[in-house]
Structures are given as C-alpha cells and as structure tokens.
C-alpha cells in the first residue's frame, strides 16, 4: 500500500505518518529527513539543499526529485510525507490513500515555533504558508479527483487523529 500524508509544515504528517507505517508496517519515507541528511553528509545534493536551507526557502523541485525517486523505486507500499509538494511532482506516482491533515496556520505556526529549529522564525514560516497554500493546496483537488483524497481535522489530540487515520487506512485496504 502507498500512502501520501499531505498537511501544511507543522501539520503533524510526520508523527502520523510514523504511526500509520508502523500499524502497517510499512517504511516512513520522509523527504525532510531525506534531505536533512543529506546536508548532513555534506553530499552534493546537500551542500544544494542547505543553500535554499540557510535563506529560508525549500529546495527547487529538480533537487528534492533527485533525492526522493531513488528511495521510492524499490519499494512496493510506503507512507511519504513533503513529497510531492506540488503538481509537477506527482508525475509517475500512485497513490492508494491520501490523507490531507487539515490544521489552521495559527496552529502550525505555534506548532513551529515550539520546535525551535534554526528555520523556524515567524517571517520564514509566514513565507513557507505562502508557498504551501499556492503550490501544494492543488495537490488536495488533484488527489480527490482521482478518489483516494481524505481529508481529516488535524487540529486535535494526536492520538485521536492517529485512531481515525488506522481505521480509514483498514477501510482503504
């Protein structure tokens, strides 16, 4: 089974991505991870990455395809979360469920700023809700079209969230 978790930065895709793969047991593919560790091993996609990484800004999409297709190649079902980020991504990808978690930007903005990550200033995280809305809110049009869209309030009790995500993945089976 592949499984897209789509929700603004800070929407929680990553904890619930994390769950649903282990109840399922499947691998948790997270394209920030991918890339932050690729800056860690100052490999060439990295040293690319952090660039973007330092103004604030996300890699361009040819970047992070280089990074993310090799890992999905050679698995079968997944749960991925920041990939695609918009529709020039999705060429050549299928998806049996996608989850979008809908949260407020107030709440992903507190949520980013309690992280603390060297990234995470009010000014980048406004500009990064920007780019999500105009690049990556099609996405959730996109993925409803073709049926398997299902959108779910992210904005409570993770553990509530994660209950509502397991069954409607057991339902999608």
């Not at 282990?22 to 997270?30: A, Q, V």
């Amino acid at each position: 089974m592949r499984i897209l978790m789509l929700a603004p930065p800070g929407g929680g895709k990553g904890t619930q991505g994390i769950r649903v793969a282990e109840e399922f047991g499947l691998d948790h593919i997270s394209s920030g991870d991918l890339l932050r560790a690729a800056v860690a091993k100052d490999t060439p996609i990295g040293r690319q990455v952090a660039e973007y990484m330092a103004k604030g800004k996300l890699a361009p999409d040819s970047v992070v395809t280089e990074a993310i297709r090799p890992v999905l190649s050679d698995r079968d079902g997944y749960v991925l979360d920041g990939f695609p980020r918009n529709l020039g991504q999705t060429e050549g990808l299928q998806f049996d469920v996608v989850i979008y978690l809908d949260v407020p930007a107030e709440v992903v903005t507190e949520r980013l700023m309690a992280r603390g990550r060297a990234d995470d200033r009010k000014d980048v995280i406004a500009a990064r809700l920007k780019q999500y809305e105009a690049e990556t809110e099609p996405l959730v049009e996109h993925y409803r079209e073709q049926g398997v869209l299902h959108r779910v309030n992210g904005d409570r009790p993770a553990d509530e969230i994660t209950d509502e995500l397991l069954e409607l993945v057991k339902n999608a089976a």
